[in-house]
């Protein structure tokens, strides 16, 4: 079974940073685009970030634009996001999905294909 294994989600004031980061121990991500999400409560799961695994091409919410990088080591088969100058309203629960396809922005989520459990961020005084 595949699967995706998120880390390193937390609390953290505004103006803070974090990494996410997203491994996979039974496939190789090389292979595939790698999309971030993000869940508030109570409202729907929306795209953040992708990465083409075809040319390293990366896609970002107009929201996180500027703020967020997301970036692949194909050696340590991870995926990582960089969380930069956080806002409470990016509070949510961060997922990471795989998905067989070459992206061209960001990629709604019915179009992935595996998905980690999630990690909690936290932005708050």
């Known amino acids: 079974q595949l699967q995706l294994v998120e880390s390193g989600g937390g609390l953290v004031q505004p103006g803070g940073s974090l990494r996410l980061s997203c491994a996979a121990s039974?496939?190789?991500?090389?292979?595939?685009?790698i999309g971030w999400f993000r869940q508030a409560p109570g409202k729907e799961r929306e795209g953040v970030s992708c990465?083409?695994?075809?040319?390293?091409?990366?896609y970002y919410a107009d929201s996180v634009k500027g703020r967020f990088t997301i970036s692949r080591d194909n050696a340590k088969n991870t995926v990582y996001l960089q969380l930069n100058s956080l806002k409470p309203e990016d509070t949510a629960v961060y997922y990471c999905?795989?998905?067989?396809?070459?992206?061209?922005?960001?990629?709604?989520?019915?179009?992935?294909?595996?998905w980690g459990q999630g990690t909690q961020v936290t932005v708050s005084s």
């Open positions: 990465i083409s695994s075809r040319d390293g091409s990366t």
């Open positions: 999905a795989a998905g067989d396809f070459t992206p061209v922005g960001i990629v709604p989520l019915y179009e992935y294909d595996y």
């Open positions: 039974t496939f190789t991500l090389d292979y595939y685009a």
